[in-house]
């Protein structure tokens, strides 16, 4: 058996704009191929305000391995033209569809005011996409849905609702198509990208509460108790990690350990690059040591089947 290589630091840099942010990780068995979508940010132009990220598209790149990435270029999305915002793509699989949930901002904006919404596409091959619907989540500013299957054989989404303070709010479906608001989640202070995910026994939400990653833990989905100990919020040792971590995405594999991918802003500045650290559950808490070496290699039977693997 060959012994998976170190993690690289950095994992990932985008090579057109060099502002890679909210990655999500997913296998294509397809194809045999790991994919990684992620928000373009445009970190290399002189735009005025925050509308360096705006007119931001959903960059892609893929892997055999999970360590060397080649960038295919953009996902074009239908229906809508280019020069609008699109962020926080959440991909999955179910039943041989691959779903989509990306958020939605028309124009360019030099500020964080007006509306967004959440889009559902659905594809059979991770390159051409079909539009599905808006969802309506009763909010004019809903953004970053993350999505995971309940203990009852439904789907619950997770989201951020910058109407509401900025807290966590939830949706309902059976189907992936049809959502219902079902109330909120977290709202204990500001945060945003939720990420939820089966580890150790238990269900873990973590979301960026910009001074580190928030811990919470549950046991059906819907109850959830923060863990004191933020991940993430102290810089790292590793090459172009020397800044808390951002936005991530948890990638189960096993019972037991997982890998979670982030975004940093290495010396503070526009440019973003993603990493991974390796995830683990120690007396019931959830660990994450960026700085520890770990063999790194995402194995498509320890994943889970929503996010293209065989678990």
């Given amino acids: 058996m060959t012994i998976p ?15 890679p942010t909210d990655p999500t990780l997913v296998y294509d068995p397809e194809g045999a191929k790991w994919h990684l979508f992620y928000t373009q940010r445009r970190a290399n132009q002189p735009d005025g305000g925050v509308a360096w990220v705006h007119g931001t598209d959903i960059g892609h790149a893929v892997s055999s391995d999970g360590h060397e990435w080649t960038y295919t270029g953009i996902q074009v999305i239908p ?38 919404e959440i889009r559902h596409y659905t594809s059979n091959d991770l390159e051409q996409w079909k539009y599905e619907s808006t969802l309506d989540l009763d909010s004019e500013r809903a953004i970053d849905a993350t999505v995971h ?16 303070e900025s807290h966590i709010y939830t949706a ?48 059906d989905l819907r109850s959830w108790h923060r863990q004191p100990m933020p991940l993430l919020s102290g810089p790292g040792k590793r090459a172009f990690d020397e800044a ?10 096993g019972l037991d350990e997982g890998y979670l991918y982030y975004f940093t ?35 498509p039977s320890r994943t889970p089947a929503f996010r293209g693997g065989s678990a």
């Fill in 265 to 299: 802003h290495p010396g503070g500045g526009r440019r973003s690059t993603v990493q991974v650290a390796r995830l683990h559950v120690r007396d019931g808490w959830l660990r994450c040591d960026r700085d520890e070496p770990f063999p790194y290699g995402p194995d």
């Fill in 244 to 253: 808390i971590g951002h936005h991530a995405m948890a990638l189960p594999q």
């Fill in 149 to 164: 299957r309940t203990p009852d054989g439904k789907w619950r989404m997770w989201y951020k609702d910058e109407r509401r």
């Fill in 172 to 219: 309902d479906s059976d189907d992936l198509f049809h959502w219902e608001t079902a109330g909120p989640a977290a709202t204990d202070q500001g945060q945003e990208g939720p990420t939820v995910f089966e580890l150790g026994g238990v269900y873990w939400m973590v979301t960026d509460g910009w001074s580190g990653l928030l811990v919470r833990r549950s046991t």
């Fill in 79 to 116: 229906d809508i033209e280019s020069g609008n915002t699109w962020w926080a793509p959440e991909i999955m699989i179910h039943n041989g569809v691959w779903h989509m949930y990306v958020t939605y901002l028309e124009g360019v904006r030099e500020d964080w005011s007006g509306p967004a």
């Fill in 5 to 19: 290589a170190n993690a690289p630091a950095p994992l990932y840099t985008d090579p057109v704009f060099d502002g």
